[in-house]
């Protein structure tokens, strides 16, 4: 296994982190799920990085690679929306896309092909990172004393009643019904067949 496919596994490790984190229900548990999401967050753009820059883009990592963020972020918007922060409906919507553009990849397998993950789908992932790490700051910030100018600005960064947390959700939830289309018309060809 070469470092790039090590950290992609390792991501879904943090996964687990961050899954334990949240069912701590506590401060340190919000501690905890917020630093282990943003490591496997950060760790999302290294491992492809250092893959192209090393020459190690292997069929193994354009599978996995997708599949950690698809696990990391479905498990992320389930929490949200245990929480009340993001409506049911639009993490259903983005458990659906992804489960449709598994089986779109499952069937490009079959068919001797890899299907990579797509630039819109990476701006995709890029947004609702951003939409689940505002939150996740916002767990752990919000019981903090304010007075203290960066936790200040933290915090209204990241309330929800501010603007970066409903434009980041909406905005991701808009790319991922594009970029979950742009899959289905990319791969008609072999829904065809």
Known sequence: MNVPN??????????AVFVAGTAMESALGHWIALVSFVIAAISDFVDGWLARKLGLVTPMGKLMDPLADKVLVCSAYV????????????????????FLVTGLRQIAVEAGQV?????????????????????LVWF?????????????????LSNPASWLTPASMWLALGLTLLSGWNYLWTSRGLLKS
């Open 6 to 15: 090590a950290i992609t596994f390792s991501r879904l490790v943090l996964t």
């Open 79 to 98: 929490y949200l929306s245990q929480r009340g922060f993001c409506p049911v409906w639009v993490t259903v919507m983005i458990i659906a896309r992804e």
């Open 115 to 135: 299907m990579a993950a797509d630039r819109l789908g990476k701006w995709k992932t890029g947004l609702q990172l951003t939409f689940c790490i505002t939150c």
């Open 140 to 156: 752990a910030f919000e019981p903090l004393s304010p007075g203290n100018p960066f936790v200040d600005l933290i915090r209204y």
